[in-house]
């Protein structure tokens, strides 16, 4: 079954908003879940945090990247066009209780994901303090929809021109001269990123959930390949997760593991063949 | 004393051989290796059996198939009657023929069998479904007046298709949620195309629509909806929702990159056509030397899809010795034509990484075979000190897999085994709520295509049964 494009437009440089109707997925997904996407009948299964959705009118949005191969043929899809595959919700929801203060950052195409996320919070009486994070002003996007569920939001770019300027290291202090601490964090955003804020967290102790972003084929808990290590024990992504305690991850495994189709996939698009001139 | 008795039918012990293409020919392609009978060797073969007044072969059939029946049609030249006497308990003959283990099931208790070599059951019962195919019509059966009972199944797998086509037949409106975005379940992700060719599962599954089966692909229960919505809208719920998460063998080194399940290897290739990288987008990696750990049928498809691949080396790691191999025998030959090296009694205990998390090396041990253990084989013992290190730059974990976790996690009152399977009754293969079933890998772990299927045709009649008498 075809599935109709209602938008699909690049919200900053390289990031796409990417909206599908889909009701059947639509009427049950969660804040945390994901979906897999085919873009044509030649490609590959892939999965895609979920951003938001309209319950009504039967559509989900996600934010993605364009990386490799597959990503590139989402990003030429235009509204009217049709995908073969969106399957979803898959993954466990994100868990939301009242947990008093909550941190939510977002980084990169995780800025969109972590969006339902705060909402939900908010929604469950917490303290939401949302923190967005990029190289520069031009690539945040959604600001506005972060200050409708947040009690505040804050801004940190590499280039300070916008918010904070430095990178997630700052946060501890950030926070410290804003009198909070978190009673829980939560970060959406590239492997890196994760990483990062496990290992800023862990010595203060905030316990940091993490929302794992591993290469998957058929995100159903059946091909294995979106394993990982969690405190020791093998987890699988699509089933177990994609939420775990960041500071229990092996994170170099992790990194390699994600890395293990870039000569396939991502390479050949950053190749010019310039050389072959000379 | 001119009284003349009937005269016996003379053994003819020989079984008819089956083309197929040569394993130097074969190795460089992912065409299927056995080409069928031809129509002459067919009819010969079929001539063999003994027509047995009270035949064996039927007993050894998981779905019950009339055997001697269809192979007297053959005899006869009528293929449409023998075509359609399968049919009558089994939906999927194209497919039963070509990955049946026919030699441990219906031609294991062939009174030919006896003296002789059994009747090529399975051969036969590939031949008339493809000779059906070739004609380009395909019979549909009698079907019953519609009863107005919906039903809904999990999974277009080899049991889901099987109790969609009892049900359609019986009257009952059926539609089947699928996963992904192919039919087959394990057909279709786990199966070779050297083995089973694709185009021939999706021949059988549009014959199971023809019959009225609606069918939705991407959609995922459990999670798109829970069993629980689905019994609103339906009066009968069918789980085969197949295979989950590949068991590792818990050694070091199992996440380093290179090293794949089974599940995920043959996905990629076989569902994902990742061997037709890049004109199909997910890649498979092709590397050169190659470690497949297991001994059963996926393990073997998983070695000799690496020798299709291009490997120089692959290796089929086994702890206990080719007896015990429990993968067809016909499999291992093939495999073994195929170049497959067997590292039997060995077990690997460590896998090696380079500095950039990829494998370079598998630590195994050598084994000997002790006393019989719980499954009646020869249990394997490791040697002391019998260390030794392979350099490998991939490794297929094929050693089998947990049910599918998705419906057990999300099914509140269905009682699940220590294994993570369902339980089912079974007589019945009903499950421990009244209105789901269940069969095939979901409630037996890692089994074969053929017995989902005779799951599916036990949980077929047992649901009828309960539609009907709910009035």
């Known amino acids: 079954m075809p599935y109709k494009i209602v938008e699909r437009r690049m919200i900053v440089p390289n990031l796409h908003e990417f909206t599908v109707e889909a009701p059947a997925v639509a009427e049950s997904i969660k804040p945390g879940n994901f979906v897999i996407v085919r873009p044509d009948d030649h490609g590959e299964r892939i999965p895609l945090s979920v951003a938001d959705w309209d319950r009504s009118a039967g559509t989900v949005t996600s934010i993605f990247m364009q990386v490799g191969g597959s990503t590139a043929k989402l990003a ?4 009217g066009d049709t995908i073969p595959t969106y399957v979803g919700p898959l993954g466990k929801e994100t868990v939301i209780g009242r947990f008093g203060a909550v941190l939510c950052l977002g980084g990169c195409y995780g800025i969109g994901s972590i969006y339902p996320v705060a909402r939900a919070l908010k929604e469950a009486g917490n303290t939401v303090y949302s923190i967005l994070e990029a190289r520069s002003s031009f690539l945040l996007y959604w600001e506005d929809k972060f200050h409708k569920v947040s009690d505040r939001v804050f801004a940190i770019t590499r280039d300070g021109t916008k918010g904070r300027k430095g990178h997630i290291g ?24 994760m990483m990062r804020m496990s290992q800023i967290t862990r010595p203060l102790g905030w316990k940091t959930i993490v929302n794992m972003n591993p ?29 775990f305690d960041g500071h229990e991850i092996d994170w170099e495994e992790f990194l390699a593991r994600r890395k293990s189709y870039n000569p396939e996939e991502v390479d050949p698009l950053r190749h010019s063949s310039c050389r072959s001139h000379f | 004393m001119s009284e003349e008795k009937p005269e016996k039918k003379k053994l003819d012990p020989k079984r008819r051989s089956m083309p197929k293409q040569t394993p130097w020919e074969r190795v460089k392609n992912f065409e299927e290796v056995a080409l069928g009978y031809p129509v002459e060797t067919a ?13 064996l072969c039927n007993q050894g059939c998981p779905v019950g198939i009339d055997i001697p029946g269809f192979i007297k049609c053959i005899v006869e030249g009528d293929f449409g009657a023998g075509v359609k006497k399968i049919k009558e308990t089994n939906a999927l003959p194209a497919i039963c023929g070509r990955v049946c283990p026919q030699e441990e099931q219906c031609e294991k208790m062939c009174v030919v069998g006896k003296k002789g070599e059994s009747l090529s059951i399975g051969r036969l019962e590939r031949f008339v479904a493809d000779w059906e195919a070739s004609q380009g019509k395909i019979e549909v059966p009698d079907m019953a ?36 975005h192919e039919c087959g379940g394990v057909l279709m992700y786990g199966i070779p195309e050297f083995r089973l060719p694709k185009r021939i599962v999706n021949r059988e599954v549009e014959y199971v629509k023809s019959l009225g089966v609606k069918i939705y692909t991407d959609f995922v229960v459990g999670k798109t909806r829970t069993v629980d919505q689905l019994l609103k809208e339906f009066d009968a719920i069918f789980v085969g929702s197949g295979a989950g998460l590949p068991w590792f063998m818990e050694i070091p080194g199992e996440n380093l990159n290179g090293v794949f399940s089974a599940n995920e290897y043959l996905t990629r290739v076989n569902l994902m056509k990742g061997f037709r990288f890049p004109e ?37 790691v086994y702890r206990r010795s080719r ?24 077990l690997p205990v460590r896998l090696v990484g380079d500095e950039r998390g990829w494998i370079k090396e598998m630590e195994c041990l050598r084994m000997e075979l002790g006393e019989p253990d719980s499954s009646g084989r020869r249990k394997p013992i490791a040697v002391e000190g019998s260390n030794f290190i392979v350099p490998f730059d991939a490794a297929v974990i094929a050693i089998g897999n947990s049910p599918n976790p998705l419906i057990p996690m999300t099914t509140p009152g269905l009682e699940i085994s220590k294994k993570g399977g369902i339980v089912t009754s079974a007589e019945t293969g009903q499950t421990s709520r009244p209105d789901i079933w269940a069969g095939g890998d979901i409630v037996r772990g890692a089994a074969t295509v053929i017995s989902a299927m005779g799951d599916g045709r036990i949980a077929a009649a047992s649901i009828h049964k309960y539609l009907m008498n709910r009035g």
């Open chain 2, 323 to 346: 007896t015990e191999l429990p993968a067809r025998i016909e499999e291992v030959e093939n495999a073994e034509e195929e170049g497959v090296i067997f590292d039997l009694l060995t």
């Open chain 2, 145 to 180: 007046s519609k009863t107005g009972k919906k039903v809904a199944i999990v999974g277009a797998g080899p049991a889901g298709i099987t109790v969609a086509n009892d049900l359609v037949i019986l009257g009952h409106d059926v539609t089947v949620f699928e996963a992904l």
């Open chain 1, 170 to 193: 700052q946060i501890p202090e950030l926070l410290q001269s804003a009198g909070i601490v978190p009673d829980l964090t939560i970060v959406n955003g590239c492997t890196f990123q």
């Open chain 1, 76 to 79: 030429r899809l235009k509204p």
């Open chain 2, 43 to 55: 009819v010969e073969e079929a001539s063999r059996c003994l027509q047995c007044k009270k035949p």
């Open chain 1, 215 to 243: 290469i998957m084929i058929d995100g159903t808990g059946m091909c294995g390949v979106c394993r990982l290590s969690v405190a020791g024990k093998m987890k699988f992504a699509c089933v177990d997760g994609p939420d």
């Open chain 2, 280 to 316: 199909y987008d997910t890649p498979v990696k092709r590397p050169s030397r190659v470690a497949v750990v297991g001994g059963g049928n996926v393990a073997m498809d998983s070695a000799r899809t690496a020798i299709r691949l291009g490997a120089d080396e692959v290796h089929l």
